[in-house]
């Protein structure tokens, strides 16, 4: 939507030819023209985005495998201290059965008032010796399978970490692009930056924001579950919050960081990744939508925004930009898939 917006206003934003002078002087670095700019601008916060839910996505792995590696750690810990235990206590039995005599051949001997007896305690002693042996050895494996476990998941959070750090880097290389281009916009004249505003962030009537409030409203609400309700006027709360990579409020939110908050405050939790929620809930159509459902965009999903009713959409753009309704048919082309929570 960006570039296809940045090539629909190049000529509104084209600088206006200066008066003809004789012999006018030739800028020793020519800038590049307004049109090529924004198309880049719109290329790069394009890849931003997809960057940026890789890098959400890298983040809840990290932070699935970090669970996975605390819970291996502990584990690992618990059968240390068993298999300790299990030695202390069978070495202070053996102990104390060879100081009375009792845990040896000879002494079964000489407390055995027969052969039978004696060949009867000698039985006995073999099985318990098997018995003590078996112990330490189901002991020491379930101490060595836990370690084992833990190394792995160790190994598997370090290499999630390092593909997080990796995708980290890539983003803030974008984004030093991003920027580089976002300053070269600054120098336009204001009328310039005004029309570029206005075809990056079509104006939603507020007629249509107040119908879609308004319906919400209504006993019924079309259906609308209770839950919904709650996201939808959390979401319409945020509107003029800016975007901030990775946030989930109060005071600034990406996309999925809105989707999540939003639906966190009815009760609901979902992960911080657009993505993953796509994972959530009953996947329904675009002719389908209800107020409440979540509206994924792009291929591989890149963007999520929340459906408010009357064809709008609370949405947390991109950098540079504030949470804002958009209609959804600004969308259309980019959509993917939506799904209802509960």
């Given at each position: 939507?960006?570039?296809?917006?940045a090539l629909?206003?190049a000529?509104?934003?084209i600088p206006?030819?200066?008066?003809?002078?004789?012999?006018p002087p030739?800028?020793p670095?020519?800038?590049?023209s307004?049109a090529?700019v924004?198309?880049?601008?719109g290329?790069l916060?394009?890849?931003?985005?997809?960057?940026?839910e890789?890098?959400d996505?890298?983040?809840?792995?990290?932070?699935?495998k970090?669970?996975a590696?605390?819970?291996a750690?502990?584990a690992?810990?618990?059968?240390?201290?068993?298999?300790?235990?299990?030695?202390v206590?069978?070495s202070q039995t053996l102990?104390?059965?060879?100081e009375?005599?009792s845990f040896?051949a000879?002494g079964?001997l000489l407390?055995?008032?027969d052969g039978?007896?004696y060949?009867?305690?000698?039985s006995t002693?073999n099985q318990?010796t098997?018995?003590?042996?078996?112990?330490i050895?189901?002991?020491s494996a379930a101490?060595?399978?836990?370690?084992?476990?833990?190394q792995?998941a160790?190994?598997l959070?370090?290499?999630a970490k390092?593909?997080?750090?990796?995708l980290?880097?890539?983003?803030?290389?974008?984004?030093k692009?991003?920027?580089k281009?976002t300053?070269?916009?600054a120098t336009l004249?204001?009328?310039?930056?005004?029309?570029?505003?206005?075809?990056m962030?079509p104006?939603v009537p507020?007629?249509?924001?107040i119908?879609?409030t308004?319906?919400?409203q209504?006993?019924?609400a079309?259906?609308?579950?209770?839950l919904a309700?709650?996201?939808i006027?959390f979401?319409?709360?945020?509107?003029?919050?800016p975007?901030v990579?990775g946030a989930a409020?109060?005071?600034?939110?990406?996309?999925?960081?809105?989707?999540?908050?939003?639906?966190g405050?009815?009760?609901v939790?979902l992960?911080?990744?657009a993505?993953?929620?796509?994972?959530?809930g009953?996947h329904?159509?675009?002719?389908q939508l209800?107020p409440g459902d979540l509206?994924?965009?792009?291929?591989?999903i890149?963007?999520v925004?929340?459906y408010?009713g009357?064809?709008m959409l609370?949405s947390?753009?991109?950098s540079?930009?504030n949470v804002s309704?958009?209609?959804?048919?600004?969308y259309?082309?980019?959509?993917?898939g939506?799904?209802?929570l509960p």
């Amino acid at each position: 939507m960006v570039a296809v917006a940045a090539l629909g206003v190049a000529a509104l934003l084209i600088p206006p030819a200066a008066s003809a002078t004789p012999n006018p002087p030739k800028p020793p670095n020519p800038p590049q023209s307004v049109a090529t700019v924004q198309q880049q601008l719109g290329d790069l916060a394009f890849k931003n985005t997809l960057l940026v839910e890789q890098y959400d996505q890298s983040q809840v792995a990290v932070q699935a495998k970090q669970r996975a590696a605390d819970h291996a750690g502990q584990a690992a810990a618990l059968a240390q201290t068993q298999y300790a235990k299990i030695r202390v206590a069978l070495s202070q039995t053996l102990a104390a059965q060879y100081e009375g005599g009792s845990f040896s051949a000879t002494g079964a001997l000489l407390s055995s008032s027969d052969g039978q007896n004696y060949l009867d305690q000698l039985s006995t002693l073999n099985q318990m010796t098997a018995h003590i042996a078996q112990m330490i050895a189901r002991a020491s494996a379930a101490k060595q399978a836990t370690t084992d476990a833990q190394q792995q998941a160790t190994s598997l959070l370090a290499s999630a970490k390092s593909k997080r750090d990796e995708l980290a880097k890539q983003k803030d290389s974008v984004q030093k692009q991003v920027d580089k281009y976002t300053t070269l916009l600054a120098t336009l004249t204001s009328a310039q930056r005004a029309a570029y505003q206005r075809a990056m962030n079509p104006s939603v009537p507020k007629s249509a924001v107040i119908a879609a409030t308004t319906a919400l409203q209504a006993p019924t609400a079309h259906g609308v579950s209770k839950l919904a309700q709650i996201a939808i006027k959390f979401a319409l709360a945020q509107v003029g919050k800016p975007y901030v990579f990775g946030a989930a409020g109060p005071d600034s939110f990406d996309c999925s960081g809105l989707t999540l908050a939003a639906w966190g405050a009815a009760g609901v939790p979902l992960p911080h990744s657009a993505a993953d929620q796509f994972n959530y809930g009953t996947h329904v159509s675009m002719n389908q939508l209800q107020p409440g459902d979540l509206v994924f965009l792009y291929q591989p999903i890149g963007h999520v925004e929340i459906y408010i009713g009357n064809g709008m959409l609370v949405s947390a753009p991109q950098s540079g930009e504030n949470v804002s309704v958009v209609p959804l048919a600004s969308y259309s082309g980019d959509f993917t898939g939506a799904t209802r929570l509960p």
